[in-house]
């Protein structure tokens, strides 16, 4: 009887050797390698027809090498995801034959965003495949959903030849995989999850998607790391990697770019979470602000971006006379360490008596900011909280601080400023500098620009 064959596996990045390593030779970590039972065979699982009968089934003539102008660009075709946040990260809808990977914590939305989304692609036929719940869990959660669409396909499985078998069967135009840790091949031994199934079934589903162009969306989870679960491998098998990402406790989801062969990695899709499933927010400016009824001290609103998109954010500041002798910093959704420097600056520059102080800073929304162009807008909100004065509503804040106090410039100042005027903001500070070109008289909001902290404080204040 033939003996079993094993192989090493990085367990941080995927790569494969014959005997165990101590070190990575691919990502350089220690101690990653684990061994694996596998058992290849070079057939691939999903053959069209029956021209294949051994090795890669796409690919059936030679391929001749050709001169750059005599290769014709077809402008590739895309299918409209019926989501206007999905489209956008996708870089403008979903493209034929594109393995796209949706990876998230568990939990965090990604079952209900993709049946959300084949729910309502009611012109295709699609077929989503659960390895995770039953079939009546998933009519349940469509049902909550309220998108009907009684010709979506749903398999629940495991392995991934029943999975092709299926395929064969229903031609489906759009392929969900819920989720890619849950299948495997009975052509390898290792348990479903593994290093080696989870390589080996992309692979095939690569296969598959470029063979028929079928666009195929696979799920997987993220472990504690924030790693699709192993195998980084798989961000470089497949087209496009989105994450899905937020705060389980708060409703609101960002679904980014991580990777996109077709099209811009810096853009960002927002959706809500509520009882009937995941609403799009096409405004989230909107979202971010909290609605209030008084002016309150301790509050400023920064125009930030996130991607490429211009978002208007409401941070929330307390300084509080500091009961013990080291006073206390807490921030949620800002780096504590640059809030540490913001009160430095502000003692140091402002005269602001804040090492007295316990304080904190909130971020509104659940979101994480690490636009320096916050800054502004966290000073101010600590000002304003410290001198009990509430910032009028209708201003807010664009520049990123320096250590000398100075107000620096930000990228894309111009497309701050746009949002910030269309949201109803009637004054926005920013940075004198790098506001070069830009033609104050366009915009209707008031645009106040200065190259120090103690002037925008004496404007303010
Ligand atoms: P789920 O999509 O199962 O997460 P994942 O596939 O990423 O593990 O979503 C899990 C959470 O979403 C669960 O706690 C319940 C919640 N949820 C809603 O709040 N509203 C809904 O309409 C649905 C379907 C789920
Ligand atoms: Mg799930």
């Known amino acids: 009887k033939a003996k079993v064959k094993t192989a090493y596996f990085c367990s941080n990045c995927g790569y494969e050797a014959p005997k165990w390593l101590g070190k990575c030779p691919s990502c350089q970590q220690w101690n990653t390698f684990a061994e694996e039972v596998i058992e290849k065979t070079t057939k691939s699982r999903f053959a ?5 009968a051994a090795g890669s089934s796409f ?11 005599d290769i014709q660009v077809q402008q590739e075709k895309r ?6 946040e999905l489209n956008r990260v996708l870089g403008g809808g979903i493209v034929p034959g594109s393995l796209v990977l949706i990876g998230g914590e568990p939990g965090i939305g990604k079952s209900t965003l993709m049946l959300q989304v084949a729910l ?39 392995d991934l030849d029943k999975v092709f078998n ?60 924030g790693n699709i679960a192993g195998p980084k491998v798989l961000e470089h098998m497949v087209d496009t990697v989105l994450q899905f990402e937020g705060d389980r406790h708060l409703s609101y989801r960002i679904l980014r770019t991580i990777k996109n062969r077709f099209g811009s ?99 509104a929304g659940g979101v994480k900011v690490q636009d320096p162009a916050l800054d502004l807008a966290v000073a101010a909100s600590m000002v304003s909280s410290f001198e009990e004065i509430a910032i009028p509503p209708h201003i807010c804040f664009a520049a990123e601080i320096g250590l000398g106090g100075e107000i620096r410039a930000v990228t894309h100042v111009e497309s701050r400023i746009a949002e910030a005027e269309k949201m109803g903001f009637s004054t ?28 925008i404080f004496q404007d303010l204040f």
Do not use: W
């Open 59 to 69: 690919r059936k003539t030679a391929q001749k090498a050709v001169t750059l102008k």
């Open 265 to 363: 990695t810096s853009e960002l899709g927002i959706y809500e979470m509520r009882n009937d499933g995941l609403r799009e927010v096409n405004n989230p400016s909107e979202v971010l602000i909290s609605q209030r009824e008084e002016e309150l001290s301790g509050v400023a609103i920064g125009a930030t971006l996130e991607g490429n998109r211009p978002l208007l954010i409401e941070t929330q500041a307390l300084a509080s006379p500091s009961t013990y002798g080291t006073p206390q910093r807490a921030t949620t959704g800002f780096d504590n360490k640059r809030l540490q420097m913001l009160i430095a600056v502000l003692e140091k520059r402002g005269g602001y008596r804040l090492s007295m102080r316990d304080v904190f800073l909130n971020i």
């Open 428 to 455: 926005i500070y920013v940075s004198k500098f790098g506001l070069k070109g830009i033609d104050f008289k366009k915009y209707g909001i008031q645009i106040r620009a200065f190259g120090k902290l103690e002037d």
């Open 48 to 52: 069209s027809g029956d021209a294949v």
């Open 120 to 158: 309502k692609l009611i012109a295709l036929k699609v077929l989503y495949v659960s390895g995770e719940e039953s079939a009546q869990q998933i009519k349940m959660r469509a049902d909550r959903l309220h998108n009907k669409n009684n010709n979506l396909f749903v398999l629940t499985e495991t």
């Open 166 to 225: 299926q395929v064969k069967e229903i031609q489906p135009e759009v392929l969900v995989i819920d989720s890619i840790q849950t299948l495997g091949s009975s052509l390898i031994d290792s348990a479903p999850g593994s290093i080696s199934q989870v390589k080996d079934c992309t692979g095939e589903l690569m296969r598959f998607a470029k063979e028929t162009n079928t666009p195929t969306f696979i799920i997987g989870h993220i472990n504690k790391d």
């Open 79 to 84: 299918f409209d995801a019926q989501d206007t």
